[in-house]
């Protein structure tokens, strides 16, 4: 009697590799800095606030868990799918004891607080539960005279530092350069950060959410009061011998019409940016990837058929895909990331 659901059951599973590219409900975050620039620019469904900030497209931590869109697993978590499809997700990087990165888009329409992030060592001092941050910054818009603060002068030492925060004068200290569109500027944990007025970016980094402020500006948050200062926490973090962080000058390989250039290789995360008036396929060997568009739109081709990628549009391809080929239909810029073979955490 019970057989028949059971060898139907087995004919579901039968190539044991069912999982289609992956489309996650984004997740936007509302902070006073933001705008409106995530729907305007990056078509993401914001309602009538101007403080949107940022846009979580894949992340699977406590505060912030993707839920998928639709298709086979819609209304899955992350986590969840982590969980139950470990080895089609993850491939031969199953071992990772969670996801391990945390991909955003991000709007600044104001300062963010002067910022530093630990590293895993400290992280681990302050939460069990965290990782230390490590991120990098794609610049998809900025305002001709925007900002932003990659890392300290030379030379300043931790006394100078401190002494500047407290008589105010720390703007001296840090090294600011202009966000140009398409920069790429990658700030290991330990770096002193902040991101100008008139940015849109998209953010690669550690499944983390641990943060240090410095210095906000002299603002107060939505109550009214200053949000809350951690100078002995991001004075343990710092790394004064760093100095300034200038943007990434890719490695790339061109042809006529398509251009592929890796951004950043580092212990937590591989970027690469795809420019395209072309069809190309990735091979994922084995491998996640996820995929934006930064700019243009794109068919994408699996074998679970054909989907359309726009502007602002990220997906996660599980490792178990195999390869995906992108038709662009005009020139579209595409990020592909995904996790080195060495990430422990
Ligand atoms: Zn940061």
Known sequence: MESAPLTRHKQV??????????????????????GRKLGSLLN?????????????EVADHDSGQSIVASGTFAGKTLRELIGSHRHELLGCQSDMAQFPLLIKFLDANDWLSLQVHPNDAQALTWNPQENGKTEAWIIVAAEPDSMICAGLKHGVTRDEFQQRLNDGSIEQSLHLIPAIPGDCIYVPAQTVHAIGPGIVLAEVQQQSNLTFRLHDWGRVGADGKPREIHVEESLACIDFDRGPVDPIVPAEQVT?????EELVRCDYFVIHRHHSVT???LKLDDRF?????????????????????????TLLLPASLGQADFIPSSSMTLLEIQAPDSVSR
């Open 13 to 34: 599973n039968k190539d044991g590799k069912k999982m289609e590219p992956l489309s996650f409900t984004p997740l936007l975050k509302q902070i006073r800095w933001g």
């Open 44 to 56: 993401k469904p914001i309602a009538a606030a101007d403080d949107y900030a940022e846009s979580w």
């Open 256 to 260: 006529a019409d398509y251009r592929l």
């Open 279 to 281: 069809a190309f396929e």
């Open 289 to 313: 990837r996820i995929v934006m568009v930064l700019d243009g739109h794109t068919e994408v081709r699996t074998k679970f058929g054909t989907l359309a990628l726009a502007k602002g549009e």
